[in-house]
């Protein structure tokens, strides 16, 4: 079968699929699926959007036939560089310099700076009994961000600017913004100068010694802020929808199945370097690939009671479908931040009171990253004096949570 006769949604006259994918992507994509595994869209380049397993497997381990070069990210200045555009044989490499500093090992030493920079945020952001769970989730994880990659040391203000245009619709969010680049790249530098010079054990100061690691910090602080802090405020609205997963011994459950139900990275893309074949349809050289965690982790033929919260699937034992589940990506590529995005979560979740849901639009708002509408106005249930939960942290160990 050739690329064209993919079966593809209705296509409008001259704009193709560009219009919808503009306005209402999940839907698009979701009646994509509905008329195959692999189906073709019209985005101005030749487009195939798979979400099966075999699918997954395939473009997320030929990493010389899908290249990230030319990908979406490349388009995104904020993620456009660093180890997420460098392609195979360079990548692996590249991973092996920066991996160690986002282990479970090294962040251990980090543990203590993000839980104390959480609790400094949530004395003032969870004074009130009722807040914005997306606001809330916003500050905490710029918080604990700064935390692990500067000590705390980055202008919160500045960090706050850089980031905040990547959350707009498109097209703002591929806007070049060289004048801000520079300034937050200028106090990077100013940082990271400083821990040449006299050590240190952040992030940053890890990221200091590669080649082009002041870059790495920055790409890799834009990969991780949204997708934390919309995975971050998602779970607390669950949360207060569901008083009954609320213990902390639930949370990594609910984490998990927020992640099914909303991964942040809803959508990946790939470009094909040369023809290739994929059950029977022959790929032309240059297309774009897409594969979608979305689309994977909602498939019904894969997942019981696929478009429902349900966090008891993931009690003890329990293994997702093979290459089904990827909200951090899959094979070589895997999230450098995974563990890092685990512990922050746990930690926040963890430091929060009891909570009931007060009223929000928890509607699901595809831009560069998923994330909820807003506002998830929640509120503090009253029930007797606070534990050491409501707004502290209990510390438990890296290795109990990722
Ligand atoms: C809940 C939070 C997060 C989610 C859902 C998430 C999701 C993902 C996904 C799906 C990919 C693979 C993209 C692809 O295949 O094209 C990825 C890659 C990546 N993520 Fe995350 N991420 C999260 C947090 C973080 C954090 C905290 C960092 C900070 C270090 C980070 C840094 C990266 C980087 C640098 C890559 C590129 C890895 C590579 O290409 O080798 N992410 N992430």
Request: net charge positive; glycine share 10%.
């Given at each position: 079968?050739?690329?064209?006769?993919?079966p593809q949604?209705?296509?409008?006259?001259f704009?193709?699929?560009?219009?919808?994918w503009?306005?209402?992507?999940?839907?698009?994509?979701?009646?994509?699926?509905?008329?195959g595994?692999?189906?073709?869209?019209?985005?101005?380049?030749r487009?195939?959007?798979?979400y099966?397993?075999?699918w997954?497997?395939?473009?997320?381990?030929?990493?010389?036939?899908?290249r990230?070069?030319?990908?979406?990210?490349?388009?995104?200045?904020?993620?456009?560089?660093?180890v997420?555009?460098t392609d195979a044989?360079g990548h692996?490499?590249?991973?092996?310099?920066?991996?160690?500093?986002?282990?479970?090992?090294?962040?251990?030493?980090?543990?203590?700076?993000?839980?104390?920079?959480l609790?400094?945020?949530?004395?003032?952001?969870?004074?009130?009994p009722e807040?914005d769970?997306?606001?809330w989730a916003?500050?905490?994880?710029l918080?604990?961000?700064?935390?692990?990659?500067?000590?705390g040391e980055?202008?919160?203000e500045?960090?706050?600017?850089?980031?905040?245009?990547?959350?707009?619709?498109?097209?703002?969010p591929?806007w070049?913004?060289?004048?801000?680049?520079?300034?937050?790249?200028?106090e990077l530098?100013?940082?990271a100068?400083?821990?040449?010079?006299?050590?240190?054990d952040?992030?940053l100061?890890l990221?200091?010694?590669l080649?082009?690691?002041?870059r790495?910090?920055?790409?890799s602080l834009?990969?991780?802020?949204?997708?934390t802090t919309?995975t971050l405020?998602?779970?607390t609205w669950f949360l207060?929808?569901h008083?009954?997963w609320?213990a902390p011994e639930?949370h990594?459950?609910?984490?998990?199945?927020?992640?099914?139900?909303?991964?942040?990275?809803?959508?990946?893309?790939?470009r094909?370097a040369h023809?290739t074949?994929?059950?029977?349809?022959?790929?032309p050289?240059?297309?774009?690939?897409?594969?979608?965690?979305?689309?994977s982790?909602?498939?019904?033929l894969?997942?019981?009671?696929?478009?429902?919260?349900?966090?008891?699937?993931?009690?003890a034992g329990?293994?997702p479908p093979?290459?089904?589940?990827?909200?951090f990506?899959g094979?070589?590529?895997?999230?450098?931040g995974?563990?890092?995005a685990?512990l922050m979560?746990?930690?926040?979740?963890?430091?929060?009171?009891?909570?009931s849901?007060v009223?929000?639009?928890?509607?699901p708002?595809?831009?560069v990253?998923l994330g909820?509408?807003?506002?998830?106005?929640?509120?503090a249930?009253?029930e007797g004096?606070?534990t050491?939960r409501g707004?502290?942290?209990?510390?438990?160990?890296v290795?109990d949570?990722?």
């Amino acid at each position: 079968m050739n690329f064209s006769d993919l079966p593809q949604p209705r296509p409008l006259p001259f704009s193709g699929h560009l219009q919808r994918w503009g306005s209402s992507p999940l839907s698009l994509i979701e009646e994509g699926a509905a008329l195959g595994q692999l189906f073709g869209l019209q985005l101005g380049l030749r487009t195939v959007v798979g979400y099966s397993p075999a699918w997954n497997k395939r473009l997320l381990s030929d990493l010389t036939t899908f290249r990230s070069a030319g990908s979406f990210s490349a388009v995104v200045p904020y993620l456009s560089g660093g180890v997420i555009l460098t392609d195979a044989p360079g990548h692996g490499p590249r991973r092996q310099t920066m991996n160690p500093g986002f282990g479970k090992k090294h962040l251990e030493l980090l543990q203590a700076r993000i839980v104390s920079a959480l609790e400094q945020h949530n004395r003032q952001a969870l004074s009130a009994p009722e807040f914005d769970a997306l606001a809330w989730a916003d500050g905490a994880v710029l918080a604990m961000l700064n935390a692990a990659y500067f000590s705390g040391e980055f202008p919160q203000e500045l960090m706050h600017a850089f980031l905040a245009p990547l959350r707009q619709p498109f097209p703002t969010p591929a806007w070049p913004r060289p004048l801000l680049f520079a300034r937050f790249d200028a106090e990077l530098r100013r940082l990271a100068g400083r821990r040449l010079r006299e050590g240190g054990d952040d992030l940053l100061s890890l990221l200091a010694r590669l080649p082009g690691g002041v870059r790495e910090a920055r790409i890799s602080l834009a990969a991780g802020h949204d997708t934390t802090t919309h995975t971050l405020a998602w779970a607390t609205w669950f949360l207060a929808g569901h008083p009954e997963w609320q213990a902390p011994e639930h949370h990594r459950a609910v984490i998990k199945e927020t992640l099914r139900l909303y991964p942040p990275g809803w959508m990946g893309s790939r470009r094909l370097a040369h023809d290739t074949e994929f059950g029977g349809v022959t790929l032309p050289k240059g297309a774009l690939a897409l594969y979608s965690p979305y689309l994977s982790g909602r498939d019904p033929l894969l997942w019981e009671r696929a478009a429902e919260f349900w966090p008891l699937r993931w009690q003890a034992g329990f293994k997702p479908p093979a290459w089904a589940y990827l909200p951090f990506g899959g094979g070589e590529r895997l999230c450098l931040g995974m563990h890092l995005a685990n512990l922050m979560l746990e930690t926040a979740l963890g430091s929060l009171p009891p909570l009931s849901a007060v009223r929000g639009d928890p509607t699901p708002r595809p831009g560069v990253t998923l994330g909820p509408a807003g506002p998830l106005r929640v509120r503090a249930r009253d029930e007797g004096p606070p534990t050491s939960r409501g707004g502290g942290c209990d510390i438990r160990t890296v290795e109990d949570i990722t």
